[in-house]
């Protein structure tokens, strides 16, 4: 069979669960930016709002943090003008797609994708489905597109590797070279950004503990008392990124310094080390707010026009639909739904 030629296509999204976070900020929204600006791909970025209510959100507040999650994306450097920027609920055809993959998916592949586990916890029983089959929805976000390339955090490998999955069986049961096999973009410093009050946890919108992450509204009275509190350890920064091995707190405090300030570890360790954290973490909170309260004032702004914010979203689902469309109709003629073909 010959290999189709795709066309380069960035995809990737955000669940409008709550309030963003510096997690989602470096290890996804900049890096985002960063492709977008880069050229040489077509880039679509996505309010993923049929997969925030996997977990129970009240509709105010879904509503309410849809636009918030889109101004924080234009506030960031996503502009309509150069991205296709969407929620997913207007753009029909990934749940359409969603299903056809509900399909191809097997109950063993989604039953070891540990973010389930994770987030299901003691009480599987009492999860949505939704949440159990969330990774062939998010498998069908991307393949709508064609999308050649992902740019996530680390904690996304996995449902990555499950896209894969479902596109080789797709394309092999059906015997087509339709779908591509979209290659993860896990890069830079901050991939997994950790809890502020425990290393091993990623940082995250939906921890119950405030002081765990930096929210990208936050004020710079709270980002400093924040990173004044994060939890550290009694010694000194080293010279070098392998004295960061077994001090989780410490790696991840470096981490965040080197993403925000677009140096390597080992360029903040060669300029700080040996310094203690009393000193270390007021500069990293001076740069924090340097970096985020220009986005978070440009937020505001924005929120200020939540129907403009709409707008922006209207236009990115009929640019995106576009695209969506011919793929969806192409995928049931594969499959042999009458009317398509
Ligand atoms: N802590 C993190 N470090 C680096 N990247 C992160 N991402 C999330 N947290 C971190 C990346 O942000 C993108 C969007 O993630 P999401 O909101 O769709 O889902 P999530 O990964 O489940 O994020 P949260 O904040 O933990 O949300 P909740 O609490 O609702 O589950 C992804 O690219 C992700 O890798």
Known sequence: MSQTQFTPRVFSGIQPSGGLTLGNYLGAIKRFVDMQDAGGFETIYCMVDLHAITVWQEPEALRRNTRELAAGFIASGIDPAKSILINQSQVPEHAQLGWIFNCVARMGWMSRMTQFKDKAGKNA???????FGYPALMAADILVYHATHVP??????????????????FNHDYGVDFFPLTEPVIEGAATRVMSLRDGSKKMSKSDPSDASRINMTDDADAIAKKIRKAKTDPDALPSEAAGLEDRPEARNLVNIFAALSDLSVDDVLAEMGGQQFGSFKPMLAELAVEKLSPISAEMARLMDDPAEIDRILARGAAQAREITAPILKKTYEIVGMVGSD
């Open 125 to 131: 029983e009492k999860a949505s489905l939704g949440l």
């Open 152 to 169: 996530v955090g680390e904690d996304q490998k996995q449902h990555l590797e499950l896209t894969r999955d479902i596109a080789a069986k």
